[in-house]
């Protein structure tokens, strides 16, 4: 029997008229890495949002370690998001900005911070400010966040945008080494190299409705 770390059973989200989401089901087995593709405008990351509590589903029923999102908790704990560019305070640095957000959880101490950015190929003792960084270390110090507080699932769209080539070959290896830890997650991505190199299924979402490929 499969072991899901996401069940995600006849999900539907309607704006008005627009069906962002189209009777969608999916199990997603823990340990693995779920690969999630389609254009712009799919539903991929409003299935994401979905997902972790950031926007409610109109029916259907989510669960999320074994708790119905929307009912038996508003946001599933354990869970590390990149959904959209990360957003930063500009005048602090990278490790002043993980900072900051660790103080909202207190569960992590300054050292696992510090060992998170380093995953991602960034030096935790610099002083740059985040507002002078480039897409891609940004990017990076997204992914660090995701990851510090030891997530048991990760929600990642597209985690590579703006890094650079060496920079994502770190990144793959990184996600790799995260599943092999036991780690969950979700991988929208336009680039079929990711998809095919990282993902263990891979399903793809087109005008809100998801099939397995």
């Given at each position: 029997?499969?072991?899901?770390?996401?069940?995600?059973?006849?999900?539907?989200?309607?704006?008005?008229?627009?069906?962002?989401?189209?009777?969608?089901?999916?199990?997603?087995?823990?340990?693995?890495?779920?690969?999630?593709?389609?254009?712009?405008?799919?539903?991929?990351?409003?299935l994401l949002k979905c997902i972790c509590g950031f926007t409610p589903i109109t029916s259907g029923e989510i669960i999320?370690?074994?708790?119905?999102?929307?009912?038996?908790?508003?946001?599933?704990?354990?869970?590390?998001?990149?959904?959209?560019?990360?957003?930063?305070?500009?005048?602090?640095?990278?490790?002043?900005?993980?900072?900051?957000?660790?103080?909202?959880?207190?569960?992590?101490?300054?050292?696992?911070?510090?060992?998170?950015?380093?995953?991602?190929?960034?030096?935790?003792?610099?002083?740059?400010?985040?507002?002078?960084?480039?897409?891609?270390?940004?990017?990076?110090?997204?992914?660090?966040?995701?990851?510090?507080?030891?997530?048991?699932?990760?929600?990642?769209?597209?985690?590579?945008?703006?890094?650079?080539?060496?920079?994502?070959?770190?990144?793959?290896?990184?996600?790799?080494?995260?599943?092999?830890?036991?780690?969950?997650?979700?991988?929208?991505?336009?680039?079929?190299?990711?998809?095919?190199?990282?993902?263990?299924?891979?399903?793809?979402?087109?005008?809100?409705?998801?099939?397995?490929?």
């Amino acid at each position: 029997m499969k072991d899901n770390a996401i069940q995600v059973a006849n999900v539907s989200k309607v704006f008005k008229e627009t069906v962002a989401l189209d009777r969608v089901s999916a199990d997603f087995e823990r340990h693995k890495i779920h690969g999630l593709v389609g254009r712009n405008g799919s539903g991929k990351t409003m299935l994401l949002k979905c997902i972790c509590g950031f926007t409610p589903i109109t029916s259907g029923e989510i669960i999320v370690n074994g708790k119905r999102v929307g009912k038996d908790v508003d946001v599933p704990s354990g869970i590390g998001i990149i959904i959209e560019t990360p957003g930063f305070l500009p005048n602090y640095s990278g490790y002043k900005n993980l900072k900051f957000l660790a103080e909202i959880n207190k569960i992590i101490s300054k050292n696992e911070i510090k060992a998170a950015i380093r995953r991602v190929g960034l030096d935790p003792a610099s002083t740059k400010r985040v507002g002078r960084y480039s897409l891609g270390m940004r990017q990076r110090l997204g992914i660090a966040q995701a990851i510090m507080e030891r997530p048991s699932i990760l929600l990642l769209d597209e985690p590579m945008n703006g890094i650079d080539k060496h920079g994502v070959d770190d990144i793959r290896q990184l996600l790799v080494q995260l599943r092999d830890e036991g780690i969950t997650m979700i991988l929208a991505s336009h680039n079929a190299e990711d998809i095919e190199r990282l993902c263990d299924t891979v399903y793809e979402m087109d005008q809100g409705k998801l099939q397995s490929r």
